[in-house]
């Protein structure tokens, strides 16, 4: 009932604006400087809880968000995208006044398999045939040591997979289930194991590598956890926390997590002294509300997993000293603690080996199915609203 009402107040309101743009938030753009272009009051942000204000430095540049202003040009409202999930929605009220809240981005779901001959290349026959260049780009990541050059035409592809769309186009990675390649006539496949989150093959054998990264300081609790929609019942609205926060006393150690290269220190946002580290496998961290950096640290240097980065502080919107961490994978929010506590094994568990297998079988049946199907699946086309050209997610 909440999601049909929100449909219709937005209806409403959309249909009093004149205009509606499809933007992309400028590069070096805050969201301060944007209420300032707009003429909206400052105090809209300065009034904010902590995070909120925090939701606030997630934008990301090249973002897409959709802008409407009144008949003489004047603001009307906007939503901003922070994550998959959630996004930031300023509208002026019945008075005129600025308001500020949060809003679950409510996004459509569906899945898809089709199977289609190769002609040209394993990326050229699937961008034709999807729109996407995505899908290939971590197919090609799956099958990394199989060389798609010995590929011939009237081999096979097979995918199946799921896809978010948000008005009407693709929205974030599309995740992948299960797929079949054909190399000279040849089967070779990876299968998702919603478990453990990691491809393995019809065997069993696995195919995701494992990236090691570490608790980057010593601390005496998680005062709060990473939060990706949740709806407060109290508050009657819903809230986002991308990140965990590690509460310890300021000036305390914090190491990198894991290998990788500075991509930002300096200020950001409500998220004070922040330091960004690209760790060139599709993931990076960021290191929140610091005190200060250690000495040597700039962008553009090379880090390796435990060296000292910075010191736990309560710079920008902070009520109290802690480390705010946040991973990404692929520019994505993601919960720090699921990369960052070890998995128990290495490997499918043992009681679940033989319900994969059979899923695993089930599939390709579905495979040899679609491939042999004279009237096969034609797959959905849409325009990406994330183009990530640099994708390494295994």
Known sequence: MKKILLSFIFLINFLYSAQVEELLWPKGESFLTFLEKNNIPLKLYYELDKEDKELCSEIQTNNRFHLYTEDDGSFSQVL??????MQIHIYKDSTNNYKFQTLPINYSESSELFAIPINESISSDIQKATGDVTISAIINSLFSGVDFKKMKKGDFVAVEYSQKTYLGKL????????VMVQINGK??????????DKYYDENGVGFTKTYLFQIPLTYTRISSPFTNKRYHPVLKRYRAHLGTDFAAPTGRNIYAASDGRVEFVGTKGGYGKTIIINHQNGYKTLYAHQNGFAKGIRQGKVV?????????GSTGLSSGPHLHLGLYRNNVAVDPMTVLKKPKMEGLDPRDKAPFLA?????ISKFNKEMNNDN????????????????DLF
């Open 376 to 391: 096969r699946t034609t797959p959905n086309r849409l325009d990406r609203i994330h183009d990530r050209s640099n994708i």
């Open 187 to 196: 089967p070779f496949y990876r299968f998702k194991n919603e478990k453990d």
């Open 171 to 178: 929205h974030g990675m599309p995740e992948i289930k299960s």
């Open 80 to 85: 901003i995208p922070v994550s998959l999930d």
């Open 304 to 312: 390796k997993k435990g060296e000292l980065i910075g010191y736990v």
């Open 359 to 363: 899923n695993a079988k089930n599939i």
